[in-house]
């Protein structure tokens, strides 16, 4: 069964990084594309970007231009998100979740990850 | 002027219907675009219910029972979400999304409580 299993949580000071891992199985990871959607407590879903395990090629949103790098290891089907400069308002729940139609907006996102908590304090 | 807008909340009783309503920006043509519903439970992750782009060009979500729809409102630029023979476990949140400017853009959220 598809399953998208994601890295623990991770306590973080202001300025520093945070690298989110999302392992996928069950399927033939380079056939899908990965994207990463974050939630702050209480608050609504906002979606970072998107990657192509099999190119690497990869899109993000214009807020994390210059701060979001999306990786991956094919060798591992592990897809990466690494978030820089990190601010209070980065704590949230970081979520993976597989595009079901690469390159069309008629897919969705049909498995997400448990969702990977990152919280930013001094 | 948010991209996304929707009501942060409804209530509606159990057996009735609702209707969640999502409105584009102005400067967004609502017949272009597909539409996404996702519905999320409190310590989970979004699940996708349905696209809409028209009654012709649809996809329901994997087990998604048909009490779940979708249509447009283009008079009021406008995508609805109606759930009808509303159950206790429906009482969600649900969030429209779109692809607009090279990126999907998500619906502050609607809170359905069902009482």
């Known amino acids: 069964q598809v399953q998208l299993v994601q890295s623990g949580a991770e306590v973080k000071k202001p300025g520093a990084s945070v690298k989110v891992s999302c392992k996928a199985s069950?399927?033939?990871?380079?056939?899908?594309?990965i994207n990463w959607v974050r939630q702050a407590t209480g608050q609504g879903l906002e979606w970072m970007g998107w990657?192509?395990?099999?190119?690497?090629?990869?899109g993000y949103a214009q807020k994390f231009q210059g701060r979001v790098t999306m990786t991956r290891s094919t060798s591992t089907s592990t897809a990466y998100m690494e978030l820089s400069s990190l601010r209070s308002e980065d704590t949230a729940i970081y979520y993976c979740?597989?595009?079901?139609?690469?390159?069309?907006?008629?897919?969705?996102?049909?498995?997400w990850g448990q969702g990977a908590p990152v919280t930013v304090s001094s | 002027q948010a991209v996304l807008t929707q009501p942060s909340s409804l209530s509606a009783s159990p057996g009735a219907s609702a209707s969640l309503t999502c409105t584009l920006n102005?400067?967004?043509?609502?017949?272009?675009?597909?539409i996404h519903w996702y519905q999320q439970k409190p310590g989970s992750p979004p699940q996708h219910l349905l696209r809409?782009?028209?009654?012709?060009?649809?996809?329901?979500g994997s087990g998604v029972p048909s009490r779940f729809s979708g249509s447009k409102d283009a008079s009021a630029n406008a995508v609805v979400l109606f759930i009808s023979g509303l159950q206790s476990d429906d009482e969600a949140d649900y969030y429209c999304?779109?692809?607009?400017?090279?990126?999907?853009?998500f619906g502050g959220g609607t809170k359905l409580t069902v009482l």
């Open positions: 979740a597989r595009w079901t139609l690469r390159g069309d907006t008629a897919g969705f996102l049909d498995y």
């Open positions: 102005s400067g967004i043509n609502v017949d272009t675009h597909n």
């Open positions: 809409y782009n028209s009654d012709s060009d649809k996809q329901q």
């Open positions: 990657m192509n395990p099999s190119s690497g090629n990869t």
């Open positions: 069950g399927y033939t990871f380079t056939d899908y594309d």
């Open positions: 999304m779109i692809w607009h400017s090279s990126a999907w853009v």
